[in-house]
T-cell receptor, first 115, second 106 residues
Framework: DTGVSQDPRHKITKRGQNVTFRCDPI?????LYWYRQTLGQGPEFLTY????????KSRLLSDRFSAERPKGSFSTLEIQRTEQGDSAMYLC?????????????FGAGSRLTVL | DAKTTQPNSMESNEEEPVHLPCNHS???????IHWYRQLPSQGPEYVIH???SNVNNRMASLAIAEDRKSSTLILHRATLRDAAVYYC???????FGAGTRLTVKP
């Protein structure tokens, strides 16, 4: 297993366009998290899935953001009608949620630039 | 918002020990404390986690206060490659704060 993969690594788009990011977690991991990170800040929680169920979504997340994890494997994060404020690094992490651990393994991230 | 607080930055000299503190005063009795670090231009990576007892692994040690309201990540001999942002988070929350930016001076 090569870890958590994210695609694309970089995306430049014009304001108002839609973008979609994909995350392929470690195969045996049942949880998948999406975070957003801007320069100088820590990762900001967006949402997480346990298998295919989306269990939590940040209250700060705009309706323009939607995430899916069909069949409990890979996940997609879509941003509709992008705004310049959406420019950030989008990080995906997966974990095997057990009673104690739930250690996150992060991907390298997808950097979004909205012009 | 994150339920942990950390100093914004710390400095260390190479090959000296570093103690990175974290406060988590609202931690519940069953919540694990996790530490991650983020090197420049990379995603965060796991360092260590614990519940009540102090923990050691090849990367670091974790000292947890008896009341569990704070913890300290200990790097026994800092190297230049340890320069990173260090985050402590709680397992039930999984929210990251701004972390502590560690600078290691040669």
């Amino acid at each position: 297993d090569t870890g958590v993969s994210q695609d694309p690594r970089h995306k430049i788009t014009k304001r108002g366009q839609n973008v979609t990011f994909r995350c392929d977690p470690i195969s045996e991991h049942n949880r998948l998290y999406w975070y957003r990170q801007t320069l100088g800040q820590g990762p900001e929680f967006l949402t997480y899935f346990q298998n295919e169920a989306q269990l939590e979504k940040s209250r700060l997340l705009s309706d323009r953001f939607s995430a899916e994890r069909p069949k409990g494997s890979f996940s997609t994060l879509e941003i509709q009608r992008t705004e310049q404020g959406d420019s950030a690094m989008y990080l995906c992490a997966s974990s095997l949620a057990l009673a104690g651990a739930n250690v996150l393994t992060f991907g390298a991230g997808s950097r979004l630039t909205v012009l | 918002d994150a339920k942990t607080t950390q100093p914004n930055s710390m400095e260390s000299n190479e090959e000296e020990p570093v103690h990175l503190p974290c406060n988590h005063s609202t931690i519940s009795g069953t919540d694990y404390i996790h530490w991650y670090r983020q090197l420049p231009s990379q995603g965060p990576e796991y360092v260590i986690h614990g519940l009540t007892s102090n923990v050691n692994n090849r990367m670091a040690s974790l000292a947890i206060a008896e009341d569990r309201k704070s913890s300290t990540l200990i790097l026994h001999r800092a190297t230049l490659r340890d320069a990173a942002v260090y985050y402590c988070i709680l397992r039930h929350d999984m929210r990251f704060g701004a972390g502590t930016r560690l600078t290691v001076k040669p």
